[in-house]
């Protein structure tokens, strides 16, 4: 495996995936405040404007589970740089569009050049450090995502009242050219040791077990979880998984080495680490909604409401990159659930200060979890 030299390039490789870590994270979030602004503009409804979000969601989630493997085949930088141009390219023509079925589709691509951005650009990151310094620098990287996508909402807010909803995607366009070019100045890097062949089979099987239980998420509250369709859906993403599984124990470069989920700490981290993605992505998508509805707010004033967890976890990113011991999660781990826990109840039952003060108890903990 081959890494950059020099503290240049960790300076680019730092700078490139922060950008890119910034870029995609406030898209993703960014998005829920502008929805009825591009309902109004583009004649919408309500089930059609639902793909604006899901479907960034389902090209994103069922894509990145291989696009570590481009990274390793062509090269990180390059890897990164590319997934930068689409998901840039893919925001300009969601500025520009005439339609809601553009928009749709510039929204899959757009997910799809994130899922091969986000994973490749903190792999070039990693090796681009020594050993000693990767924890504190991802954690620096990773805090500056925090902060994007707890400022998501206050974005989106701020631009759809102010200027439009257009300015959402126009934002990223800068944001993607400026990732593109700190990642052009960093070294490259690849896993020389990987085949050089893709596992196709794992990587239809996962790709599809994924986007099928994405999609079934997605559409169950709405076909009902006990219908026919989503029992279709659920069929298909345990048949596909177990597809998947089989597979991967048989073949000789897998995509994925199921020896790590034997590994108890790893099975652990990963479960939990998953379960605080969820509760993190609930949250920042249906508050948002709620603040403007049974609140009232207006879009900028719902999404300030976001301002205080992203003040504490642009804190706590750096610092949990110096937390080493497994001592020290704990003690951290435990007020990060209480944090969560306290701020669960539906906001629209509690009075507006009491949401002000728990926030910034899940806000640290989201940040020193992410490392």
Known sequence: MTTASGGSGRRWALAAVAATVFCVQLDAF??????????RDLGAAGGGLRWVVSGYLLAAGSLMAGAGRLGDLY???RSLTAGLAVFGGASLVCALTPSLPVLVAARVVQGAGGAVAMPVGLALLTNA?????????????????GVATVCGPYV??????????????????PVALVAGVCAARAGESRDTTAPPSVDVAGLVTATGALAALAFLVDRGPLWGWSSGRSAAALALAVALGFAFVRHERGVANPLVDLVLFGNRPFVALTAAGAAANAATVVVLFAAPLALQGPWGLSAPRAGAAFLAPAAAMALAGPVAGRIRTADAVRVMAGPWGWGRCRSA???WRRPCR??????PGAGPRSGSRAP
Do not use: K
Request: glycine share 16%.
């Open 345 to 347: 109840s539906p906001p």
């Open 75 to 77: 090269g990180r930088r």
């Open 354 to 359: 009491s949401s002000s003060w728990r926030s």
């Open 30 to 39: 960014a998005l829920n405040l502008a929805l009825p602004g591009i309902g």
């Open 156 to 173: 989106g807010g701020v631009l759809t009242e102010a200027v439009s909803w257009r300015a959402v995607f126009w934002l990223n366009v």
């Open 129 to 145: 450090c020594p050993p000693g310094a990767r924890a504190r620098v991802m954690g620096r990287a990773l805090g500056i995502g």
